[in-house]
T-cell receptor, first 115, second 116 residues
């Protein structure tokens, strides 16, 4: 069964600190991996998209890494801000032979940034 | 990119009643997707709505419970029928740049439903 596991489930950090969120997946054949940020009461918003051949992608203070061999990804947040408080969702897309991409969603990591 | 709006943003409903959620996109799209996000759970695809044809439902979801309309290329509705407390969830509408091709995916703000 194709799965996406995220850790930790929740995380509390102080403003200005860095943090790293993890995503492990068993999706195969792998197509692409996306990280989303979901603020409370909002829909998910895309942060990064990486294909099989990419191992890092940055978007401002957000940097995603991908190791397709070990099927692991991480999202690193630098110099956290209060507005970074949100749920971060890892999504891995499966591309079955001759078929359409099928996204598999992780449960998300809830990040709280304290002043 | 696409901008998606949903109505209502939230509602509290009594069991046994039905609620229709509206989704409006600022551009024409061929496919619209409806997701459910239960507390502490990942997003789960309910169905794919194509204009001019019946929606395609995922395993575990049926048309009688979640009827969908797609009258044009910018609008869709999802009805949650004969609601029970287990239907309490966030319902999200979504579109993709290249449906089924792994392109960028956009989500509406969601409708938070509470069933009492």
């Amino acid at each position: 069964k194709n799965q996406v596991e995220q850790s930790p489930q929740s995380l509390i950090i102080l403003e200005g600190k860095n943090c790293t969120l993890q995503c492990n997946y068993t999706v195969s054949p792998f197509s692409n991996l996306r990280w989303y940020k979901q603020d409370t009461g909002r829909g998910p918003v895309s942060l990064t998209i990486m294909t099989f051949s990419e191992n890092t992608k940055s978007n401002g203070r957000y940097t995603a890494t991908l190791d397709a061999d070990t099927k692991q990804s991480s999202l690193h947040i630098t110099a956290s801000q209060l507005s970074d408080s949100a749920s971060y969702i890892c999504v891995v897309s499966l591309q079955p032979s001759g078929g359409s991409y099928i996204p598999t969603f992780g449960r998300g990591t809830s990040l709280i940034v304290h002043p | 990119s696409a901008v998606i709006s949903q109505k209502p943003s939230r509602d509290i409903c009594q069991r046994g009643t039905s609620l229709t959620i509206q989704c409006q996109v600022d551009s024409q799209v061929t496919m619209m997707f409806w997701y459910r996000q239960q507390p502490g759970q990942s997003l789960t695809l309910i169905a794919t709505a194509n204009q001019g044809s019946e929606a395609t439902y995922e395993s575990g979801f049926v048309i009688d419970k979640f009827p969908i309309s797609r009258p044009n290329l910018t609008f869709s509705t999802l009805t949650v029928s004969n609601m029970s407390p287990e239907d309490s969830s966030i319902y999200l509408c979504s579109v993709e740049d290249d449906p089924g091709q792994g392109g960028e995916q956009y989500f509406g703000p969601g409708t938070r439903l509470t069933v009492t």
